[in-house]
């Protein structure tokens, strides 16, 4: 689980930067940019405010608490309710996680070997899962360094080619994108209907906190690192690195639009595909595709019918690397969540290393499992990355509010962080859920931008616990809470 803790902090933070890549960056990043703009890359311009505080409190305050799980301290602040809380949020986000990055690594392979979707999906999860199961988090975090290295590779070849591959050079894509308005970061109004650059900046802060402050796959790498100013370099590093490696796959996005741009006969091959592949899944409205729909389809069908064989492979190899470098890390911690948080909590609290090491792999099998099946049930998806973003923020914005306000507000009881959660979780399900709901009147359809769900929810689960506070105090049958990382 933690590597008897004495791995270097470069390779941690090659890990965690693994961690953030996955195929939902290669491809659903530039599906994003080809179908756009660099809206999205607000997102990344946020981890550095996220590095700041997950190096100066949530680091220390786990590497200081002794557990390799991220949800045993809610236990101890809040009661069972909320450890059981924050263990199926997690869980369910890691499932989510999974089914999409596999679905994102599919369409390329299945572009190039013709092989059906489902079995690709089949065939990659018993692959990472099998690994996984053999190495544990000593494994994950090393091939993540190799697969890393390789996935930085892949892009800078692959955007070289999509450059160099323009009819009049790559000046011409730089004039096609910037007539075309690529380069744009989105509007900058105070308008949250809309995903404007206010929005995905609150939205990527908020998310880039839960990763840092109540995700295990993150919590886990701190007590791996050999000492605790290794790991917050880790932490630096893994920032750090994603943000130029992000603007390094929206601009290939681009380079895919003004690509196709002046190669129509390959635009029109891709639309044949999509409407295809609508039609097969029994969606009539192919003859109303949007660029949106064709965003994740362009650069799959670009490595399968441009690249040379060789360079073909390397980026293959590339989009497995991402895939499997994110699915590791999510069977991992989510076995060792099984373990430490449900077997030892309610059937086990002292077991041997023979039966902790049997449910960790039982754990990592049944996590595999599920994640693959997921992915088979998310084949048809729009934007992969859309539905990364959509299914996240349901799951984690009720956590973080919780462990917020277990850290920040120390009078807060049990009672209180319960009605709090409760509000947080009916504010952001009817966010995200309710825009496209067709039982609901329009009058009663949330008019925010459903990014905003999380961000909405965890202030919400905040202010109300702390008002909440205010006003009843803290029952003295409430444990007091433990020191806080403040």
């Given at each position: 689980?933690?590597?008897?803790?004495?791995?270097?902090?470069?390779?941690?933070?090659?890990?965690?930067?693994?961690?953030?890549?996955?195929?939902?960056?290669?491809?659903?990043?530039?599906?994003?940019?080809?179908?756009?703009?660099?809206?999205?890359?607000?997102?990344?311009?946020?981890?550095?405010?996220?590095?700041?505080?997950?190096?100066?409190?949530?680091?220390?305050?786990?590497?200081?608490?002794?557990?390799?799980?991220?949800?045993?301290?809610?236990?101890?602040?809040?009661?069972?309710?909320?450890?059981?809380?924050?263990?199926?949020?997690?869980?369910?986000?890691?499932?989510?996680?999974?089914?999409?990055?596999?679905?994102?690594?599919?369409?390329?392979?299945?572009?190039?070997?013709?092989?059906?979707?489902?079995?690709?999906?089949?065939?990659?999860?018993?692959?990472?899962?099998?690994?996984?199961?053999?190495?544990?988090?000593?494994?994950?975090?090393?091939?993540?360094?190799?697969?890393?290295?390789?996935?930085?590779?892949?892009?800078?070849?692959?955007?070289?080619?999509?450059?160099?591959?323009?009819?009049?050079?790559?000046?011409?894509?730089?004039?096609?994108?910037?007539?075309?308005?690529?380069?744009?970061?989105?509007?900058?109004?105070?308008?949250?209907?809309?995903?404007?650059?206010?929005?995905?900046?609150?939205?990527?802060?908020?998310?880039?906190?839960?990763?840092?402050?109540?995700?295990?796959?993150?919590?886990?790498?701190?007590?791996?690192?050999?000492?605790?100013?290794?790991?917050?370099?880790?932490?630096?590093?893994?920032?750090?690195?994603?943000?130029?490696?992000?603007?390094?796959?929206?601009?290939?996005?681009?380079?895919?639009?003004?690509?196709?741009?002046?190669?129509?006969?390959?635009?029109?091959?891709?639309?044949?595909?999509?409407?295809?592949?609508?039609?097969?899944?029994?969606?009539?409205?192919?003859?109303?595709?949007?660029?949106?729909?064709?965003?994740?389809?362009?650069?799959?069908?670009?490595?399968?019918?441009?690249?040379?064989?060789?360079?073909?492979?390397?980026?293959?190899?590339?989009?497995?690397?991402?895939?499997?470098?994110?699915?590791?890390?999510?069977?991992?911690?989510?076995?060792?969540?099984?373990?430490?948080?449900?077997?030892?909590?309610?059937?086990?609290?002292?077991?041997?290393?023979?039966?902790?090491?049997?449910?960790?792999?039982?754990?990592?099998?049944?996590?595999?499992?599920?994640?693959?099946?997921?992915?088979?049930s998310m084949i048809g998806v729009h934007s992969i990355l859309d539905a990364w973003w959509?299914?996240?923020?349901?799951?984690?914005?009720?956590?973080?509010?919780?462990?917020?306000?277990?850290?920040?507000?120390?009078?807060?009881?049990?009672?209180?962080?319960?009605?709090?959660?409760?509000?947080?979780?009916?504010?952001?399900?009817?966010?995200?859920?309710?825009?496209?709901?067709?039982?609901?009147?329009?009058?009663?359809?949330?008019?925010?931008?459903?990014?905003?769900?999380?961000?909405?929810?965890?202030?919400?689960?905040?202010?109300?616990?702390?008002?909440?506070?205010?006003?009843?105090?803290?029952?003295?049958?409430?444990?007091?809470?433990?020191?806080?990382?403040?």
């Amino acid at each position: 689980m933690v590597a008897g803790g004495g791995l270097p902090g470069w390779a941690v933070g090659l890990s965690i930067f693994g961690t953030f890549l996955s195929s939902n960056t290669f491809l659903g990043v530039p599906g994003k940019a080809y179908a756009g703009n660099y809206n999205a890359f607000v997102f990344s311009l946020s981890l550095p405010i996220a590095a700041f505080l997950a190096t100066r409190f949530f680091v220390p305050f786990y590497r200081n608490s002794g557990s390799v799980s991220a949800y045993e301290h809610l236990e101890k602040r809040f009661g069972a309710w909320a450890r059981m809380y924050a263990v199926a949020c997690y869980l369910l986000t890691q499932v989510a996680r999974m089914g999409t990055i596999m679905i994102g690594v599919s369409l390329v392979v299945s572009a190039l070997t013709g092989w059906g979707t489902v079995t690709i999906i089949v065939v990659s999860g018993i692959f990472v899962t099998l690994y996984t199961l053999l190495g544990g988090i000593e494994a994950v975090i090393w091939t993540d360094v190799v697969q890393s290295i390789v996935l930085m590779l892949g892009a800078f070849v692959l955007l070289g080619m999509l450059l160099f591959g323009m009819p009049e050079g790559p000046g011409q894509a730089f004039q096609i994108a910037s007539d075309n308005d690529k380069f744009s970061l989105g509007s900058w109004d105070l308008d949250f209907t809309t995903s404007t650059v206010w929005v995905v900046f609150l939205f990527g802060i908020f998310i880039n906190l839960g990763n840092f402050g109540i995700d295990q796959s993150f919590v886990q790498r701190y007590h791996t690192a050999d000492s605790p100013r290794a790991a917050g370099r880790a932490v630096w590093l893994g920032a750090l690195l994603y943000v130029p490696i992000s603007l390094l796959f929206f601009f290939i996005g681009t380079a895919c639009f003004t690509y196709y741009q002046t190669h129509p006969e390959m635009l029109g091959e891709v639309r044949q595909q999509v409407a295809a592949s609508m039609l097969e899944a029994g969606d009539a409205s192919s003859a109303e595709m949007t660029t949106s729909q064709l965003g994740d389809k362009v650069l799959p069908h670009f490595i399968t019918t441009k690249l040379p064989y060789g360079s073909a492979g390397l980026l293959i190899a590339a989009i497995a690397a991402a895939a499997m470098s994110s699915i590791d890390t999510s069977l991992n911690s989510s076995a060792t969540v099984l373990l430490k948080d449900i077997y030892g909590r309610w059937f086990n609290a002292d077991p041997s290393e023979r039966q902790s090491l049997w449910v960790l792999r039982i754990g990592t099998v049944l996590m595999g499992i599920l994640g693959t099946g997921i992915a088979i049930s998310m084949i048809g998806v729009h934007s992969i990355l859309d539905a990364w973003w959509t299914l996240q923020g349901v799951f984690a914005g009720g956590v973080l509010g919780l462990f917020l306000l277990g850290i920040v507000s120390h009078r807060a009881g049990n009672r209180v962080a319960a009605i709090a959660v409760t509000m947080g979780v009916v504010t952001i399900g009817w966010m995200s859920l309710s825009p496209n709901s067709e039982w609901l009147p329009a009058s009663l359809r949330c008019p925010l931008e459903t990014k905003l769900a999380i961000v909405v929810g965890t202030v919400l689960i905040f202010l109300v616990g702390t008002a909440l506070t205010g006003v009843t105090g803290r029952s003295s049958a409430e444990a007091d809470p433990p020191a806080s990382p403040s």
